[in-house]
């Protein structure tokens, strides 16, 4: 797993919008309005299928070299490099809220309710306990 990716994308300009594609990782596809959101929404769409596929234990492949990728003959396509550093999109990956279905008794979601009980917290604190895990371990602090 590297930290560091740069691969190409083919942006492709129509009068719609832009749309964006990895010609090496398919399904990898975004669009935008402006180059400013395209370079923007690459980066994401990058950043997110790559994560897929490190999760997914997938092969990453080695990127193209942009002056490989063929276009369609169009004045309305481009190539450019696209990097990611993935370290801090693992991080807000690993931190995302997640939701869970549970079941109690209605009595004491009643009483709960009662008491404006916050269920996440209550729930959070209650596994890191139980987990004997604390935030500052987790996120490898000392």
């Known amino acids: 797993m590297k930290d560091r990716y740069v691969f190409p994308a083919v942006l492709d300009f129509a009068d ?10 398919p399904g990898a596809f975004t669009d935008a309005q402006t180059d400013e959101q395209a370079l923007e929404m690459a980066k994401d ?10 999760e997914d234990g ?12 063929e276009l369609d003959g169009a004045r309305t396509q481009a ?42 917290h209550v729930l959070q604190e209650a596994l890191k306990s139980e987990l004997g895990v604390n935030e500052r371990e987790r996120i490898g602090g000392k």
């Open 16 to 25: 719609d919008g832009i749309s964006v594609e990895f010609p090496d990782l």
């Open 79 to 120: 190539v450019t490099l696209v990097e990611v550093w993935m370290p801090p999109f693992r991080n807000k990956m690993s931190n995302r809220s997640v939701k869970k279905t549970l079941t109690i008794p209605k009595w004491l979601d009643d009483l709960a309710a009662s008491n404006k009980v916050n269920y996440s």
């Open 45 to 54: 769409c990058l950043a997110l299928h790559l994560y897929g596929m490190e």
């Open 58 to 69: 997938e092969d990453i492949p080695q990127p193209s070299r942009p002056f490989r990728i």
